[in-house]
């Protein structure tokens, strides 16, 4: 008999699975998940892969109905999908045009394409069942959506009479004509662009929010089919995609505070290019939105990521392997390994008992138990042993929060298990191929966007100079926490820095550009005086296979100014040259290693 095999962790865009799939895998990873529920604009930042498109496609009526078994009208509010990172409107020679002229346009290509977004998304929502509207959809088409569509200039022809037309066939009337004024301005850009004539005239329609947008959602909400009275939501997802002009128009949007009508959930990916108005005026929080950075909610001391990954798993498994087991069955460690370090544990404890300090035994077999076994492992390196990443808290932790950095290599340790035993069912992940897959995933995490990172050298002024900067950055911080883990400090689980004082532009501009890039998360905490915060920089725990590194905890951080750390940009030698007097001292004067920072400790 023939074994199928389907690989549960198959990552697929939340668009193409169905309402079913995505109310049967759905784990609201998010603690602060009610915050983008409620009314009022929202941006929710976070690296790709984190889940915020499938949180999105979660909120959208199909998925709501299915789940709360209600109407749409009885939802408690109302969610229209609009990606930004399938679209073209992100067109660079308007920019050569002048700065009002620019907006105008922009606006109007941003307006046109989010309102054929809202419509399509109802019309794929509801299909047929606008039908059961018609009527009340007529008197919308007439009174609302052919006025405003007049009120732009737009010349390209718009039917007025629809007594003979169903509701989802008015629908689809009216996206072919929102996206025809929408291709009328992108010609213009290519006109533009072909003729480099910056006095070519702009003949077509032009929208924007107040005219446009406000009154053609202000006027569905009336449709039955809505809910009354609840808030109307815009999905806008991968606003990173979109152009400077793009981005102030969109906060001139939020700055409107129209949330009793419409409400802004905007996601990016960490690139959300400014803050700043139309008017170079800067929205801000709490006052025009609420904000979520989900690198740090998920990393937060009261995170329950861990248990969210374990519902994934469980859901995924039962789901295409009708599987009913703990993740840590599926995903078991190396037991080998692990009797080894709780036997190093054990004589820890032995070691550090004090009746006067009970506490002391168990926090130094859980400080260094771990450390030591690597420590031990780099000593004997000749005798050809590793240390194994298997084992599902292990995996979690190296996700580092983000939940594709979970399923990713989870997909292709599977796709190996099927490749080694393809007539066999599988019931687990061998801690062989796991340590396997995983150490080959960090390492590409590091090497592999690098090489990208050096093809697009040049892009946006982000030198090669620059790239090489990052790159060394990065690998000095790994080496610096290798041999702090490896040394005999009294604190060794070292994942952090803080900064003493402000990095300089470029510091903080390469920075900026590893935390896009997702090898470091940005924190802050309490200074050594107690009167302030200091910036702090942690090391994604992907990369901890590749710098051999534990990845189960990173309570301990290292002080240091920026100057020092800038020494990283350009020689790792220097730099860890500079850091390891401190290491070898380990000077008491460092604040405890558990000064309430603002990221989790797993002890």
């Not at 941003?110 to 809202?118: E, H, K, P, R, W």
């Not at 939020?254 to 009793?260: A, D, E, G, I, P």
């Not at 078991?332 to 080894?340: C, F, G, K, Y």
């Amino acid at each position: 008999m023939e074994i199928k095999n389907n690989n549960p962790f198959e990552i697929k865009t939340p668009e193409t699975n169905s309402a079913e799939d995505i109310l049967e895998l759905f784990v609201d990873v998010f603690p602060d998940f009610w915050q983008v529920k409620e009314t009022g604009h929202t941006f929710l930042n976070g690296p790709r892969g984190s889940g915020k498109s499938m949180m999105f496609r979660y909120m959208m009526p199909d998925c709501q109905m299915l789940k709360t078994g209600s109407k749409a009208c009885d939802l408690d509010y109302f969610a229209v999908y609009v990606g930004i990172k399938q679209t073209n409107i992100n067109n660079t020679d308007l920019e050569r045009l002048s700065n009002h002229a620019t907006l105008i346009i922009n606006e109007h290509l941003l307006s046109t394409f989010v309102i054929a977004n809202v419509l399509g998304s109802i019309r794929q929502t509801f299909n047929d069942d606008l039908n059961d509207y018609t009527e009340e959809i007529r008197r919308f088409y007439r009174d609302t959506f052919v006025e405003v569509v007049v009120q732009s200039g737009y010349e390209g022809g718009i039917e007025k009479d629809c007594d003979g037309c169903e509701g989802n066939n008015l629908f689809l009337r009216m996206i072919n004509v929102v996206e025809s004024m929408e291709k009328e301005c992108k010609k213009y850009c290519n006109r533009l662009a072909l003729n480099r004539d910056l006095a070519t005239p702009y003949t077509g329609a032009l929208t924007d929010f107040v005219d446009f947008v406000s009154p053609i959602i202000t006027g569905l909400k009336q449709i039955s089919l809505f809910p009354q009275g609840k808030p109307f939501y815009i999905l806008i997802d991968d606003a990173g995609y979109l152009n400077l002009a793009q981005t102030k128009v969109l906060n001139t949007w939020v700055s409107y505070r129209s949330t009793k009508d419409i409400c802004l959930k905007i996601s990016a990916q960490l690139d959300y290019k400014t803050h700043l108005t139309a008017n170079d005026k800067r929205i801000e929080a709490p006052h025009d939105y609420s904000e979520i950075n989900i690198s740090t909610v998920y990393s937060s001391k009261t995170s329950d990521y861990n248990d969210r990954i374990k519902e994934i798993v469980r859901k995924r498994l039962e789901k295409y392997l009708n599987l009913k087991i703990e993740p840590e069955m599926f995903f078991p460690q190396d037991e080998e390994q692990e009797a080894a370090i709780n036997a190093i544990a054990k004589k820890l404890a032995e070691d550090n008992y004090d009746p006067e300090r009970p506490y002391a035994s168990g926090d130094a077999a859980r400080r260094y138990a771990r450390p030591d076994f690597i420590k031990d492992l780099q000593k004997n390196h000749k005798s050809g042993a590793t240390y194994s990443y298997a084992g599902f808290d292990q995996l979690v932790a190296i996700s580092s929060g983000i939940i594709r950095y979970f399923l990713a290599p989870a997909q292709e340790m599977f796709s190996v298990m099927v490749a080694k035993n393809p007539n066999t069912e599988i019931r687990e992940i061998t801690p062989g191929v796991q340590d396997e897959v995983i150490k080959r995933y960090s390492d590409n995490f590091l090497q592999g966007q690098f090489d990208e990172i050096r093809k697009d050298q040049g892009v946006k002024n982000f030198t090669l100079e620059k790239a090489d900067k990052l790159y060394n950055l990065v690998d000095s911080l790994g080496e610096l926490f290798h041999v702090i883990l490896v040394s005999n400090a009294s604190e060794r689980r070292v994942f952090s820095v803080a900064l003493t004082d402000s990095p300089d532009e470029e510091l903080y501009e390469i920075l900026d550009k590893c935390e896009h890039y997702g090898y470091i998360h940005k924190r802050t905490i309490g200074n050594k005086e107690g009167t302030g915060r200091n910036r702090m920089y942690v090391l994604s725990r992907v990369l901890s296979p590749h710098f051999k590194l534990d990845p189960m905890s990173f309570a301990g951080y290292k002080f240091m100014d920026s100057a020092t750390l800038k020494i990283a940009l350009t020689s790792k030698k220097k730099f860890l040259q500079a850091m390891s007097k401190g290491i070898a001292q380990d000077t008491p004067a460092q604040p405890t290693l558990f000064d309430n920072p603002d990221f989790e400790s797993n002890d």
